[in-house]
């Protein structure tokens, strides 16, 4: 019972914002802007850039909520406008670049990665790799999405992806190994 409620107050708090009732759109973002922000922030670096990422995707929602048709998830549906926010605003700073060539990738490599790293060492890790890696890595690895759909919403070929994917992987292993190993006293060479 409690779960149909919840839902249904969901329901009428989306409806009563998509009819500009600033009550309801403020309390629908102070809901979800916790969780859109890390979004945002998986893709952009700077924190109060993905806070102006995050932002105009808020806008976005609102101005276009009575788009949004109770089919599927509401988080879902915001996740999608910050992904594709991120995007648009790492394009108009023209810091997505993706590498050309294609590298043949076996889909049963598996990336042996055990650590006992923190999670905001990998974040640091994640935004030390390049635009386009981070770009695919993110949105495969956390986000979810399949190969077809980063080719699509990136505007890139599908082997395109899967080769930034591979790369970015490689690299923060190597990344995730070093810091290990300096972290362990294993690193002889410093580097």
């Known amino acids: ?32 802007a ?14 109060q850039k993905a806070e102006e990422v995050m932002l105009n995707g808020f806008f976005k929602v609102f101005v276009n909520l009575k788009s949004f048709k109770n089919e599927g998830s509401f ?3 915001l996740r999608r ?20 060539e294609d590298i043949e990738v076996n889909p049963e490599q598996v990336n042996n990665i055990q650590t006992a790293i923190e999670v905001n060492e990998i974040q ?23 190969h077809h759909e980063i080719a699509s919403l990136l505007n890139i070929n599908e082997g395109t992806s899967k080769s930034q994917l591979f790369k970015a992987r490689q690299l923060l292993q190597y990344k995730i190994n070093k810091w290990n190993n300096i972290n362990n006293g294993t690193d002889e060479m410093g580097g």
């Open 81 to 100: 406008i910050m992904v594709r926010e991120a995007i648009s605003f790492l394009r108009q700073e023209k810091k997505i670049e993706f590498s050309v």
């Open 124 to 146: 640091q890790h994640i935004d030390e790799l390049p635009e386009g890696y981070k770009m695919v890595f993110v949105m495969y690895a956390i986000e979810g999405y399949k």
């Open 1 to 32: 019972m409690k779960v149909i409620q919840l839902h249904s107050h969901n329901i009428a708090l989306i409806k009563k914002a998509a009819e500009n009732n600033r009550e309801a759109q403020h309390r629908l973002y102070e809901a979800h």
């Open 34 to 47: 916790p969780k859109m922000l890390s979004i945002c922030r998986y893709y952009v670096k700077d924190i």
């Open 75 to 77: 988080e879902g549906w």
